[in-house]
């Protein structure tokens, strides 16, 4: 009497899998959003606020390389004072926050916690930016821009020289900052205009320029850097290399 035999079991396809490089970007910002929301009870502690922070910067910037890898190699609007529907962030009164640019790369959800630092108690105005990471206009630029100095067409991502230095966002000092854009070249030592802050640094709101912040980079990293070293154009010109 014959055994009988199991059925042969077709082979594994790998090349249908759908878990390709969308999908990875994906994970890491859930990982980093889980960090985000799951991170307070250890606010006592510095190095945990700064790891908070750094985990918003990162998964912004790459929830920004998903949509400008979708948007032919064009990143969102900087979100100024002008509404546009490719704002990075609505942050108006008048606007959904949901509708967004990145919302449908960071799950389809709007975590308020995820844009703004653990260190911050935002009591401004309800017409002044409710947040505290501002995005790059020299990147950000959808539209390109008539201001002398900054570019006048709109940046793509293969455009960037040294993407690991370029920064996509910061967290802007509270005494600058207004709406969602960073203009680093309006930055004076006295006036303090569109600085970074410096909560997590000892150097805490030194217009000299000491003292660090926290920014995330068009490569997808983040990192602690010197307030006066993101200043400088090759960390926020895209097509500076010093």
Known sequence: ?????????PPLNHSNSSFGPPSIIFCLILMALLVAILLPPLNGRHTAKVVYCLANLK????ASNMYQSENAGMFPSAGDGTPRNEDWIYWQTSRDPKGGALVSYMGNLFVKKVYICPDVNISRPANIYQ??????VNIL????????????????????????TKILFVEEDNASIDDAAW?????????????????????????????????????GHAELIERKEAMRPIFYDPWALR
């Open 131 to 136: 947040y505290s990471y501002t995005a790059n």
């Open 183 to 219: 203009e680093p070249q309006n930055w004076t030592p006295t006036g303090k205009t569109n600085v970074l802050a410096t909560l997590h640094d000892k150097f805490q709101g030194d217009a000299s320029g000491l003292g660090k912040g926290t920014a995330s980079f068009a490569d």
């Open 1 to 9: 009497m014959k055994n009988a035999s199991r059925p042969e079991e």
């Open 141 to 164: 630029i959808l539209n390109g821009s008539t201001i002398p100095g900054m570019p006048a067409e709109p940046v793509r991502y293969g455009e960037i020289k040294s993407p690991s």
């Open 59 to 62: 998964s912004i910037a790459l």
